[in-house]
């Protein structure tokens, strides 16, 4: 997106309000080194002009002076870190006009699945279809509402891309190619809604699956329509409460996930590693714990962010939350410039933490500072 119109569309939805960063509570207790580790990670990939997965808003020059610095010492200890961050970044209190900074958390679920259909194993995940276009940001098709990111090419001309419902009945046809199969569409719709899996396989291999392309509908949080249904209260809902309902009432399941018109294609994601986290919105492995998603259309990729906030253990205990994370992914629900979904890891327990996280918290970006 251009610089111009990214600014203007902060500057219409915040304001950012100058800090120093004696302002930060606990700021010299972080790990600054393991926080710059994946701040490295950005730096590179800006480094080799590598292409995101998800476009962001273009990254200022500033920004790619203070990762060629950081290049030059990429093992620096805690107090080095600590110190390049003072020496290269301009803290800024993130104050949105309306509402406030809120984080929500999320991680790579891992499922059991099979490259073959079954009876037990009968929900697809689906490669993305040759004539799915993705909009660039800021961009349209002739004939598509500016509100669709995504469009389906019909010979020389181009129409919306069909919805969930649309595609689960069939309206691919022969482009809807499984690449796994999943037992239940619950878990299916997890990965959906995560944007990629570890898959264990039914010879004991285990898959990885990365987004890959999406339909451009609007996302539609089922949590969200539980609650106002009456069905959940949102204070004790949980991703295992969560998963749980939609295996015991399929039918009502069925019909509440296609309130969700957004539906996500993958692909098979040979090239990870097993220590590696998924890949994020911008085209490498997340950190966990140090990589956050944020609203593309109005941050850069590799801008860090410092939180403060409380990050849940289980709805009873949690702990401070002051923590430095490198913006390296986005999502469809992530919204705002004080909106923020905290990366957790892999697994059912990073899980169990990241659907118990849903909470205010202040957003304050580091931007870089011109270099000497």
């Not at 790990?31 to 480094?47: G, K």
């Not at 107090?79 to 209190?93: I, L, N, T, V, Y």
């Not at 990365?210 to 969200?224: F, Q, V």
């Not at 304050?364 to 270099?371: G, W």
């Amino acid at each position: 997106m251009p610089e111009a119109e990214a600014e203007s569309r902060l500057a219409a939805q915040a304001r950012l309000e100058p800090l120093s960063f004696e302002d930060l509570d606990a700021w010299a207790d972080d790990d600054h080194a393991a926080a710059f580790r994946a701040f490295l990670r950005s730096c590179r990939a800006l480094d080799a002009s590598a292409a995101a997965l998800r476009p962001a808003r273009t990254p200022e020059r500033r920004l790619e002076a203070v990762c060629r610095a950081a290049l030059k010492n990429p093992s620096p200890s805690r107090a080095e870190a600590r110190r390049f961050f003072e020496a290269h970044f301009q803290p800024f209190a993130v104050i949105p006009h309306t509402g406030q900074g809120f984080l929500t958390g999320y991680y790579e679920p891992e499922f059991l699945g099979s490259r073959t259909p079954d009876a037990r194993y009968r929900v697809p995940l689906l490669a993305r279809p040759d004539d799915l276009v993705t909009i660039p940001q800021g961009e349209t098709l002739p004939g598509i509402d500016k509100g669709l990111q995504a469009a389906r090419r019909t010979g020389r001309s181009y129409e919306p891309y069909p919805d969930r419902a649309a595609i689960e009945d069939g309206a691919l046809g022969p482009l809807a190619k499984p690449i796994v199969y999943l037992r239940e569409p619950g878990e299916a719709f997890i990965i959906h809604v995560q944007g990629s899996s570890r898959i264990r396989l039914t010879d004991g291999s285990v898959m990885r699956v990365a987004y890959a392309g999406r339909n451009g509908r609007p996302y539609t949080s089922i949590g969200r329509l539980l609650v106002q249904r009456g069905e959940m209260d949102l204070e004790s809902m949980t991703l295992a409460r969560l998963m749980g309902w939609l295996k015991d009432n399929p039918g009502p399941a069925r019909e509440l996930m296609r309130q969700n018109q957004s539906y996500i294609f993958f692909r098979e994601a040979g090239e990870l590693a097993p220590e590696d986290g998924p890949i994020g919105g911008a085209g490498f492995p997340l950190v966990p714990g140090r990589s956050l998603a944020v609203d593309r259309q109005l941050w850069a990729y590799g801008l860090p962010f410092w939180l403060e906030g409380e990050l849940p253990f289980s709805l009873a205990k949690s702990e401070p939350l002051r923590r430095l994370m490198i913006a390296q992914d986005t999502g469809s629900a992530i919204v705002g410039p004080a909106r923020g979904d905290f990366f957790f890891g892999s697994g059912e327990e990073a899980g169990i933490r990241a659907g118990l996280l849903r909470h205010a918290t202040r957003f304050v970006v580091l931007q870089p500072k011109a270099q000497p």
